[in-house]
């Protein structure tokens, strides 16, 4: 494992921890509760849903996966979790999907590392786990569940998206970069410049604009504290550059950063629902239905 520190680029440039801190005051312990009155939970009726486990060269790892409770196949979808982890909000996304038709699943992205779900500050989060987590592992483990999921009878790989939120929004758009056969992707509010360099996360979406051949859509508040709308401007301008006309970034006014997050105080639903809608329309334009 490499333990090796983040070396800012910038002396200016704030840490993703540091900007963690920033978005989430009140510390991950309270954010983990239902505080909000729109928080969200979507049944099991019809569906089959629960925690799997992954084989992987490592071991085994747990999944949360959802698909409906029907013969035959389904499109998969690869939800990809926040920065604290596959939590109750992260798995009631995966129903949410499965209601719409899809094999959906969420890899335990550190359970080698911890369980962020049990932490009681967002330092503990990075320092025991966050910072250790390599993207060539987190490639490996979203492979690993495609793999899964066409293995399982249920799901129909050749009918390929992913998702993923804060964290797992980031990892989004490298994962399309990585794998070609993704047939859509949609990233909800993932960083798309580096706030510092790291080994572990070689490069951010900004840089690899330039090879991105899958479509991928982003959603964006314009209030974001921690992605700029220079930024999401910045992304534009490297897709333009490499005469990419199929992926698209959505800027929401008034959105700040998590706004999908209906268990936080920063979620807001007129956003929330217009970009759920606009996601699976992404995904049927693009073959995935």
């Known amino acids: 494992?490499?333990?090796?520190?983040?070396?800012?680029?910038?002396?200016?440039?704030p840490t993703l921890g540091e900007v963690v801190k920033q978005l989430l005051p009140q510390g991950w312990a309270?954010?983990?509760?239902?505080?909000?009155?729109?928080?969200?939970?979507?049944?099991?009726?019809?569906?089959?849903?629960?925690?799997?486990?992954?084989?992987?060269?490592?071991?085994?790892?747990?999944?949360?996966?959802?698909?409906p409770d029907q013969n035959g196949k389904f499109p998969v979808v690869l939800v990809i979790q926040e920065i604290f982890g596959v939590h109750e909000h992260i798995k009631d996304v995966c129903r949410r999907l499965a209601k719409q038709g899809?094999?959906?699943?969420?890899?335990?992205?550190y359970h080698r590392w911890g369980d962020v779900t049990k932490f009681t500050d967002n330092q503990e989060i990075?320092?025991?786990?966050?910072?250790h987590v390599p993207d060539s592992q987190v490639m490996s483990d979203l492979d690993t569940a495609v793999v899964f999921a066409g293995a399982s009878g249920k799901g129909d790989t050749s009918k390929l998206a992913v998702t993923g939120f804060c964290w797992g929004g980031r990892i989004t758009w490298t994962y399309?970069?990585?794998?070609?056969?993704?047939?859509?992707?949609?990233?909800w509010y993932g960083r798309?410049?580096?706030?510092?360099?790291?080994?572990?996360?070689?490069?951010?979406?900004?840089?690899?604009?330039?090879?991105?051949k899958v479509p991928v859509l982003g959603l964006y508040g314009?209030?974001?504290?921690?992605?700029?709308?220079?930024?999401v401007e910045q992304m534009r301008e490297a897709l333009k550059a490499a005469g990419n006309t199929v992926s698209n970034i959505v800027l929401y006014d008034g959105a700040p950063h998590a706004f999908y997050a209906d268990y936080r105080p920063s979620y807001r639903k007129e956003a929330a629902e217009?970009?759920?809608?606009r996601m699976l329309a992404w995904f049927k334009q693009y073959g995935v239905a």
């Open 176 to 187: 399309c970069v990585h794998n070609p056969k993704v047939n859509a992707g949609v990233a």
């Open 274 to 277: 217009d970009g759920f809608k």
């Open 102 to 109: 899809y094999f959906a699943i969420a890899v335990d992205h």
């Open 30 to 67: 309270k954010l983990v509760q239902p505080i909000a009155a729109s928080t969200i939970t979507t049944d099991t009726q019809g569906l089959v849903a629960g925690e799997v486990h992954l084989d992987t060269m490592t071991g085994k790892v747990p999944a949360y996966r959802a698909h």
């Open 1 to 13: 494992m490499n333990d090796s520190v983040f070396t800012p680029v910038l002396p200016q440039a």
């Open 222 to 231: 314009k209030e974001d504290a921690g992605i700029s709308v220079a930024n």
């Open 192 to 212: 798309l410049v580096a706030p510092s360099k790291a080994p572990l996360q070689p490069a951010y979406p900004v840089e690899f604009a330039a090879i991105l």
């Open 126 to 131: 990075f320092a025991k786990v966050v910072n």
